[in-house]
T-cell receptor, first 112, second 120 residues
Framework: KNQVEQSPQSLIILEGKNCTLQ??????????LRWYKQDTGRGPVSLTI?????NTKSNGRYTATLDADTKQSSLHITASQLSDSASYIC???????????FGRGTSLIVHP | GAGVSQSPSNKVTEKGKDVELRCDPI?????LYWYRQSLGQGLEFLIY????????KSGLPSDRFSAERTGGSVSTLTIQRTQQEDSAVYLC??????????????????FGPGTRLTVL
């Protein structure tokens, strides 16, 4: 069964600090992995996407890494801002399947 | 162009009533998905449309749930005889092509803002 596990479930950090969110998956055959940001009351918005051959992808202060051997991904947020407060969702797609597998998300709160 | 839109943004209904939720996908997107997001839970797949047909309805939780899509565009999700456990945010997403197809980038799903359904 395809699964995506995220940790931590929630995280509180101070503005300006860095943080790293984790994603472990058992999806086969692997096609691609996305990180989404979901602000409260809004739909998820894609931050990064990585395929099997990519092991890092940046989008501004967001940097995602992928280790396809260990089936792990991380999302690193640098110099956090209050607007980073949101839920971050890891989503993995399997080749030949049109339904991605979603993690439950990590709820990040950035305090001033 | 415009993104995915959903209406209403909020819906409060009484137990036993029927509700209709609407999704307007991005123009030209052939694939459309409905998801349910309960508090503190991940997104739960409900149904997938390719054009007007629904190859996969496996996520619909009961026969009270149904969905249709017309003209390859607008979709409506109908919940009959609503129950309190139906309370959740219902998200719609569309993509240019079915997600996961050959791992191409065009399989990104673009989400609407969701409809928050509360069943009293």
């Amino acid at each position: 069964k395809n699964q995506v596990e995220q940790s931590p479930q929630s995280l509180i950090i101070l503005e300006g600090k860095n943080c790293t969110l984790q994603c472990n998956y058992t999806v086969s055959p692997f096609s691609n992995l996305r990180w989404y940001k979901q602000d409260t009351g809004r739909g998820p918005v894609s931050l990064t996407i990585m395929t099997f051959s990519e092991n890092t992808k940046s989008n501004g202060r967001y940097t995602a890494t992928l280790d396809a051997d260990t089936k792990q991904s991380s999302l690193h947020i640098t110099a956090s801002q209050l607007s980073d407060s949101a839920s971050y969702i890891c989503v993995v797609s399997a080749g030949g399947s049109y339904i991605p597998t979603f993690g439950r998300g990590t709820s990040l709160i950035v305090h001033p | 162009g415009a993104g995915v839109s959903q209406s209403p943004s909020n819906k409060v209904t009484e137990k036993g009533k029927d509700v209709e939720l609407r999704c307007d996908p991005i123009s030209g997107h052939t694939a459309l998905y409905w998801y349910r997001q309960s508090l503190g839970q991940g997104l739960e797949f409900l149904i997938y449309f390719q054009g007007n047909s629904a190859p996969d309805k496996s996520g619909l939780p009961s026969d009270r749930f149904s969905a249709e899509r017309t003209g390859g565009s607008v979709s409506t999700l109908t919940i009959q005889r609503t129950q309190q456990e139906d309370s959740a945010v219902y998200l719609c997403a569309s993509s240019l092509a079915p997600s996961g197809l050959s791992g191409r980038l065009y399989n990104e799903q673009f989400f609407g803002p969701g409809t928050r359904l509360t069943v009293l």
